[in-house]
């Protein structure tokens, strides 16, 4: 191995990944670190009382079924585990070991950086379906929408069963123009997750072809 591939150092917040208005940074910390053993991400709030972590557990559309540590590196936020509330300051971690139990957090302030960490317990790392589909939205702030499309179809062709692939890519053709093409992949989304179609309804991606008699209403 190389000596410049045997260890890295860099700041989180230095870390590539997605920005866009109105939601966390999302440093995504195992892929542009090639991390194979084990995942880890970060997000950082952008607004004062923001989801920063949203609402999920380790089992549902794609997840890993991993244990996950929390561990808020600056400001403070509020967790939400299995419906118990707990203001968690920096400097504190959060451990969920049960893959099944719904989590989320909601940053007090801008700022507030959550670093999480997970991999499966007794089992190899496989990155989870979400997060090789949502690698995509990078492609969204520039307007990048072939280098989407390509990624997501690439994505489609390991994981051809998982519903938000599809959605995400029915979203990039929707603003690159292909309205057939995003019917498609919207239908099959629908098929594979029918809930989605609650989401459909404000997602602004959608707007361009949300008039069509075909667009899917609840």
């Not at 599809?166 to 603003?175: I, S, T």
């Not at 629908?190 to 949300?210: A, C, F, H, T």
């Amino acid at each position: 191995m190389r000596r410049k591939d045997r260890f890295r150092i860099a700041r989180i917040l230095d870390i590539g990944g997605l920005t866009n208005p109105g939601q966390p940074d999302w440093h995504m910390i195992r892929s542009e670190l090639k991390v194979a053993a084990f995942g880890v991400n970060a997000w950082t709030a952008t607004e004062d009382g923001q989801i920063v972590i949203g609402e999920h557990n380790e089992i549902d559309d794609g997840a890993g079924g991993h244990e996950e540590l929390y561990i808020v590196l600056s400001g403070s936020a509020k967790f939400t585990l299995e419906g118990i509330t707990s203001r968690v300051p920096a400097g504190s971690v959060v451990f969920v070991k049960d893959p099944t139990a719904k989590r989320s957090a909601v940053a007090d302030t801008a700022g507030t950086t959550i670093l999480v960490v997970g991999a499966p317990a007794g089992a190899p790392f496989a990155v989870s379906q979400w997060e090789r589909s949502a690698e995509a939205l990078r492609y969204w702030p520039g307007g990048e929408w072939e280098e989407a499309i390509r990624l997501l179809k690439l994505r489609l062709d390991d994981t051809p069963t998982h519903a938000g692939t599809h959605y995400n890519l029915a979203c990039a053709e929707a603003r690159f123009g292909r309205v057939d093409d995003a019917f498609a992949s919207l239908a099959r989304a629908l098929e594979l997750k029918p809930e989605l179609v609650g989401s459909m309804q404000n997602d602004p991606d959608l707007e361009s072809i949300r008039d069509d008699p075909r667009f899917p209403r609840p």
